[in-house]
Each structure stands twice: as C-alpha cells, then as structure tokens.
C-alpha cells in the first residue's frame, strides 16, 4: 500500500487549500485525514467510507472542511476553506484495508495570522 500526499502549504488565515491523496495497492473501505499540531496529540479531521461516501467531519471544522473520494481513481481530498492558525499542523492521510490501516508521510498545513 502506498498513499501520496500533496496540497500542503502556506496560507493566510481566511485563505484555502485543498489536500490530495492518492492510494495504490489495495481496495480500501475507509478513508480519512488526521492532523497533528506541535505539542498536541493526533486527530481525526474527517472521514469519509467507500460504500456510499458516508462522511464524518471534525465539529473543529464543519462547515469549512470539506472530504471527498474518488473512488475511480483512489484518491481522497480534503477541501480547506476558511483557514484559522488553529488549523496549523501537519496532516496525514490515512486508509484502512482489510484489518489494517496504513498512514501517508504527512504534509505540513501552515496558517498565519
């Protein structure tokens, strides 16, 4: 399994960006997006599940975040709009497979004030 992140970047607060991840080498069941801010522990943003694209998203960004999946081309993006410093953290894309799940390398999401 490999995941390929992208979209992370720099970013003025009230600005967007829209992360992107690409998975290969499996059929995945659930998709998501967690961040990790310096200092604090993992958490979920959103998640989002292959049958019927049932969502879940952070009450930390309903309404500004957004997750989609295309399942012809397994990838998954999270639409960041209304960006706040407290949205500052790296963010990981995670799948899970079968009994396992599996996390992408992280890309750093920095919002200034």
């Known amino acids: 399994v490999q995941l390929v992140e992208s979209g992370g970047g720099l970013v003025q607060a009230g600005g967007s960006l829209r992360l992107s991840c690409a998975a290969s080498?499996?059929?995945?069941?659930?998709m998501g997006w967690y961040r990790q801010a310096p200092g604090k522990q993992r958490e979920q943003v959103a998640t989002?599940?292959?049958?019927?694209?049932?969502?879940s998203h952070a009450d930390s960004v309903k309404g500004r975040f957004t997750i989609s999946m295309d399942t012809t081309k397994n990838t998954m993006d999270l639409q960041m709009t209304s960006l706040k410093p407290e949205d500052t953290a790296v963010y990981y894309c995670n799948v899970v497979a079968g009994s396992r799940e599996y996390w992408g390398q992280g890309t750093q999401v920095t919002v200034s004030s």
């Open positions: 080498g499996s059929t995945f069941r659930f």
């Open positions: 989002i599940a292959r049958g019927g694209g049932v969502t």
